[in-house]
């Protein structure tokens, strides 16, 4: 009797559905991949993903936080980094599959650093899109110009 008494009184908790796999939530879901390789989602990243999502699909900056909130929950539920990349492979054309490979840079540099295990993830994800090294190395020289790594190299 006492703890459907209890019951009453807990707050509800929301949580936020599974997206479908689709290729825009595997791709924010992979930004998000990439900002926790580190161990640390950090705030700058987090800003960096919402204003891609948003800009990529005309959101206000609430509904792009709320676009990521789901594909956090998408990268939670599909463990293999590989099939979300198999997504965008598979339903992106392929100089868009590019904007999306430099858009995973943006998100790695978001927070002033280069780390080698956020550059895995990125390195895993091209390998799968279909970025050649060459290719790859290119479109990330867009991005790098004078940024540090975490050895402060």
Same mark, same amino acid.
């Given at each position: ?26 791709? &924010? ?14 705030? !700058?990243?987090?800003? %960096? ?8 699909? =005309? ?8 676009? %990521? ?29 590019? !904007? ?29 899109? &279909?970025? &050649?090294? =060459? %290719? ?12 540090? =790594?975490?050895?402060?190299?």
């Amino acid at each position: 009797m006492f703890e459907r008494l209890f019951e009453l009184f807990k707050p509800e908790v929301y949580e936020t559905p599974l997206p479908e796999a689709d290729a825009e939530h595997a791709f &924010g879901a992979l930004m998000v991949r990439v900002a926790k390789a580190d161990h640390a989602l950090l705030y !700058q990243e987090l800003e %960096r993903i919402d204003y891609i999502l948003a800009e990529r699909n =005309n959101l206000s900056a609430l509904e792009a936080a709320k676009f %990521r909130a789901s594909c956090e929950k998408l990268e939670e539920a599909m463990p293999s980094t590989r099939e979300l990349s198999e997504i965008l492979m598979a339903e992106v054309p392929e100089t868009d599959r590019e !904007q999306m490979f430099i858009a995973l840079w943006e998100v790695l540099l978001a927070d002033g650093l280069r780390d080698k295990r956020e550059e895995v993830v990125v390195d895993r994800v091209a390998t799968v899109l &279909g970025i &050649g090294a =060459n %290719r790859a190395t290119t479109l990330a020289a867009n991005v790098l110009p004078g940024m540090p =790594n975490k050895e402060g190299t």
